[in-house]
């Protein structure tokens, strides 16, 4: 992997548009809440100064690589919870049983991704491209099952019509757009592995662009601000489905209370 001045670059826009994200978090007295979020901005960041600080080999770059996604994919598991409870905040319940859900779905993940990892063929390649390259099916399987459930989420809020802040919406549109250009721009490097540096290219303007694009809209305002996520075209199906939407988090709340 090598990095080109055009990665170069976008590598440290990258990097000021996450420390200009997490300075926006803390301005605008966000952070406090978006807690997980931050921690994954922190190590994004962090990845980003290491590999233009030390970065000066193929190991080099590797090592700081494996690293730091190693981290964020762990804690993008928890961003995606986090998102999923203040999404459903007014229906506390079912937040917290699809919190659950979305737990047991990572932990089923993990084992699958470790079992197909460990199980792929052998390779004559040297072993150092050939722990690599295990680790980069390993990283496509999670950064897929992250993409799966913040789909599911975002299925979840365009069908029922949830009243959400308007921070949490964006955050979770934001992170699909985010976990989608990773597992995509990973699919790609395997299968054309000589485009390897335009792949990574066209990653780092699609994270910048997200990065960006949270720096400039999330404000202290859209904690107060509701939008209304699904259904807003038919109004009528739209409180049949709250209605039903709140019957579910009766339910569950009740379930939790014995």
Partial sequence: MHVGSLENGLTYLNVFAAGALIARLYGERLAGIYRILVLYLVADTLEGVLTLAFAR????????????????????????????????????????????????????????????????????????????????????????????????????????????????????????????????????????????????????MISFLCLGGWALLLRREGEISIVMTGHRWNPRKAERLTAQLDAINSRLSRVESR
């Fill in 57 to 204: 080999n193929n190991q080099d770059l590797y090592f700081i690589y494996a690293a730091g996604q190693t981290v964020k994919v762990t804690v993008a598991i928890f961003v995606a919870m986090e998102l999923f409870r203040l999404a459903l905040i007014q229906q506390p319940a079912l937040a917290s049983w699809g919190k659950k859900a979305i737990g047991y779905f990572f932990g089923l993940a993990g084992a699958v991704a470790i079992f197909y990892v460990a199980a792929g063929p052998a390779s004559r390649i040297a072993a150092f491209y050939f722990l690599v390259n295990r680790f980069l099916a390993f990283e496509g399987a999670m950064d897929l099952a992250v993409l799966i459930i913040l789909i599911l989420m975002s299925l979840f809020l365009l069908w029922f019509p949830v009243r959400a802040r308007k921070n949490a919406a964006l955050c979770i549109a934001g992170f699909v757009a985010y976990s989608f250009q990773r597992w995509t721009g990973l699919l790609l490097i395997r299968l054309w592995p000589h485009s390897r540096a335009e792949i990574d290219t066209a990653m780092l």
